[in-house]
């Protein structure tokens, strides 16, 4: 996996005061889950960063910014954002604070488990 093993670490260092972080290898980098949704990660260079739809156009229109691709089609509520635009740690921060409040502010819905389907014999 190859990843930008400097952002990923300045990445962690912003969430050390988000309660429920775990990280997880995905996508070819590293992914952190806060509360068992994924908040940010690191592709490559670029950080990743879930933000929901609201306000999607303004948001990917921003320099730096770009729609999360990684199968060949744009991720609505996911978005790239090139080395440039976390250049400094106060943008880094801010894109990651964005992450954090959009998984708090949409908690992850229980799946519901279905019963095991049941095999009906056939009649005589």
């Known amino acids: 996996m190859v990843y930008d093993e400097a952002l990923a670490e300045r990445v962690r260092t912003a969430l ?4 429920e972080v775990d990280e997880k290898k995905m996508f070819g980098g590293i992914t952190f889950m806060v ?3 994924m908040c940010c990660g690191v592709l490559k260079n670029d950080l990743i960063v879930k933000i929901g739809s609201e306000g999607w156009d303004d948001v990917v229109a921003q320099p730096h910014v770009r729609p999360f691709d990684f199968s060949g089609r744009p991720m609505v509520g996911m978005v790239y954002v090139a080395p440039p635009g976390v250049a400094s740690d106060e943008a880094l921060h801010g894109w990651i604070e964005r992450g954090v409040q959009f998984v708090q502010q ?3 819905q229980p799946t ?8 009906r014999r056939a009649s005589p």
């Open 16 to 19: 050390l005061t988000v309660p």
């Open 112 to 119: 519901r488990k279905r019963a095991p389907a049941t095999r």
């Open 35 to 37: 509360s068992g949704q």
């Open 106 to 108: 949409n908690p992850k």
